[in-house]
């Protein structure tokens, strides 16, 4: 299935990468992140040009964000109420939708490309909890040059090796995840065992 | 310490082995990048069979013929009528052709 998905690469160019980042917006499984790397393997072969490969996966992800925010603030709302209203998750969803709200740049930014799979579903939360749509754009814009920047200029660089490269930078992505996750745990943990003056 | 979940230690514990894990395996695949043989499919165009193989795009253009960019093996196997298995085996045998 991926050999299909990278011969549509260099033969229909700009368009695959469209869809490909926008479905992927929209939580669709879909090998976006090689597809990148496949992009900028072939503008490095000469077979695609970057202003075609960066510019399409760029507005297809940013389109994929904006429909993925819209659906939660249309559609999210009865749901969003509903949680609100139960005794046991209420207290629950309030509080995660306040740390969404306060920390929302960096939660977008960071889900754009750091960890890209819960890119779909803080489109939705964003749209559900009515982060502010500026600010919310602001950051979508600024993650995806990075996600598009980072994959399209590392398959130009390694781009004979995609499959070793995509896998060697899923991996430091991960990694890069877990010590941060570890960080915060260990910063809580610390702070729980200072006695109090 | 006073109110700290008890889920807390071991969700640090769990992240350091994950954070230590994935290093690992990013740094083991990062320094064995390019060493695995390299493989000529059908979805690589003369161009990237070029770079892939470390061939000049002359030698390729030799064996496959000149094509418009953009066109993979594939395609270049239909429109001549010579099957993908065949167009990689003369590659194949051109391997180590340039210095």
């Known amino acids: 299935m991926i050999e299909t998905a990278l011969g549509l690469v260099p033969t229909h160019g700009g368009a695959v990468l469209f869809l490909a980042t926008f479905l992927s917006c929209l939580a669709l499984p879909i090998p976006t992140s090689v597809l990148l790397l496949a992009g900028g393997a072939f503008v490095a072969t000469g077979d695609l040009d970057l202003a075609t490969v960066a510019g399409s996966a760029y507005a297809g992800a940013i389109l994929g964000d904006q429909v993925g925010y819209a659906a939660g603030r249309i559609g999210g709302q009865r749901l969003w109420a509903r949680l609100l209203a139960r005794p046991r998750s209420g207290p629950l969803a309030r509080r ?32 559900t909890t009515r982060v502010g749509w500026r600010s919310y754009t602001g950051a979508s814009l600024a993650g995806e040059a990075v996600w598009v920047a980072l994959y399209v200029g590392l398959g130009h660089a390694f781009g004979g090796r995609l499959e070793d490269v995509g896998t060697t930078v899923a991996w430091a992505l991960i990694a890069i995840c877990a010590v941060a996750v570890a960080f915060g745990l260990g910063r809580t943990l610390s702070q729980r065992f200072t006695p109090a003056a | 310490m006073s109110g700290r979940p008890r889920w807390l230690l071991p ?13 690992t395996a990013a740094v083991r695949h990062g320094s064995r990048i390019g060493d695995a043989p390299a493989e000529v499919e059908g979805w690589m165009t003369p161009g990237y069979i070029a770079d892939y193989l470390a061939l000049s795009p002359a030698t390729i253009d030799e064996v496959l013929g000149r094509y418009p960019p953009g066109t993979t093996l594939d395609e270049i196997a239909a429109a001549s009528g010579v099957p993908v298995a065949t167009l990689v085996a003369w590659i194949d045998a051109r391997r180590g052709a340039d210095p």
């Open chain 2, 11 to 23: 969700a640090f514990g769990l992240s350091v082995l994950l954070a230590i894990a994935a290093t």
């Open chain 1, 96 to 127: 995660a939708g306040e740390r969404l709200h306060r920390r929302a740049w960096l939660t977008v930014f960071l889900s754009r490309w750091l960890v890209s799979a819960l890119g779909p579903w803080v489109n939705l939360a964003a749209g």
